[in-house]
């Protein structure tokens, strides 16, 4: 008996579906009335919505925690544009303790805008020789102020108990370079164990001289100015001046990503493993993130943020949510028949 030829084995077949459901976003998998509020507070802070202008109105409109509502606002106003895969991290705005004075474990300046030209090193040289010609903001641990510029943000909290809002005001003219790429390629660290934890606990390992050459090996620096106009219950400003929502504000390359787009991203949970998909808003950017599928997602603050944040690491895919061009609402608006499935 002549046999025909076999089909595709079943791992094989697994894969082709798998590779299918992953062509396009899984709008089932979230809950797209959370990402209402953080797209509204973009739109607040647009000067010019543009191509937005229509979304941001009707957006406005929506009623609160509607998820039908929301499915059908976002199929009416936009459209999934696959940006590709890339790498996903996570960041978050640390709580740190500070001194108002120089002091022993406060040995690290932070600092307001002054000298972009002068690289990290330079920088900390011109304070400890007393020569840095502006104020020092306040006084923090060496690992815990360069992890902070690395955030872009943060809560300062003084010996008496108040606590003060970091905001980024600035950086000197000198790129970043990740500090665990340094010790892979001194062989000091396999690429897999790299996480903001492993860099810590090294940092805190190495003896003073050692820990900081390798945090001099990132030149970069970042400024930072004092935000006592953000209210403690709500999120740091992102680049884009709205305030970042914990799970739903991502950073992103705004030379591929306007600033105030919708994205879906599709990667890993950090703690669990377990698949993470979910509709995020572009509202700030990073000197690291750079790439049309290259996004950083906002954790929130505090311990469990920093936890999941410093985990964050792996590929995902990326969609751009992209305007469409729409007629006016239908009457009855909202509640239309259009839906994300």
Not at 32 to 51: H, I, Q
Not at 214 to 233: G, H, I, K, T, Y
Not at 255 to 274: E, F, K, M, S, Y
Not at 281 to 310: H, K
Request: charged residues 20%; aromatic residues 8%.
């Amino acid at each position: 008996m002549r046999r025909g030829r076999r089909g595709p084995r079943l791992p094989l077949l697994l894969a082709l579906l798998l590779a299918a459901c992953s062509s396009s976003p899984r709008w089932e998998r979230d809950r797209l009335s959370e990402a209402v509020p953080p797209f509204l507070a973009g739109c607040a802070a647009l000067r010019d919505p543009g191509p937005l202008a229509p979304a941001c109105a009707e957006a406005a409109r929506l009623p609160p925690g509607d998820e039908p509502a929301a499915r059908a606002f976002f199929a009416r106003h936009f459209e999934p544009i696959p940006a590709g895969e890339g790498l996903i991290t996570g960041y978050y705005e640390p709580v740190l303790r500070v001194s108002p004075v120089r002091a022993p474990g406060f040995t690290a300046a932070l600092l307001p805008p002054g000298a972009p030209d002068l690289p990290r090193a330079a920088i900390e040289a011109a304070v400890e020789a007393g020569t840095w010609p502006g104020p020092v903001l306040a006084w923090a641990d060496p690992v815990d102020a360069f992890f902070l510029q690395i955030q872009g943000s943060g809560r300062a909290v003084f010996p008496e108990g108040t606590e003060r809002r970091l905001g980024y005001a600035g950086k000197n003219a000198h790129p970043y370079v990740p500090i665990g790429r340094v010790l892979i390629e001194r062989g000091a660290m396999a690429r897999e164990a790299v996480s903001m934890d492993s860099l810590r606990a090294w940092l805190h390992a190495a003896p003073p001289a050692e820990a900081r050459a390798l945090m001099d090996a990132n030149p970069s620096w970042v400024f930072f100015r004092w935000r006592d106009d953000l209210p403690p219950e709500g999120g740091p400003a992102g680049t884009l001046g709205a305030p970042l929502t914990p799970g739903r504000s991502a950073a992103v390359d705004r030379g591929h990503v306007p600033l105030g787009l919708p994205l879906w991203i599709a990667t890993q949970d950090p703690l669990t493993g377990a698949p993470l998909e979910r509709l995020v808003i572009a509202q700030d950017t990073g000197g690291a993130i750079r790439g049309p599928a290259r996004a950083d997602l906002f954790w929130g603050w505090g311990e469990a943020a920093g936890l999941a944040a410093g985990r964050m690491r792996g590929t995902g895919r990326v969609w751009v949510l992209r305007p469409r061009a729409v007629p006016p609402p239908p009457a009855g608006w909202p509640g239309g028949a259009a839906r994300l499935s």
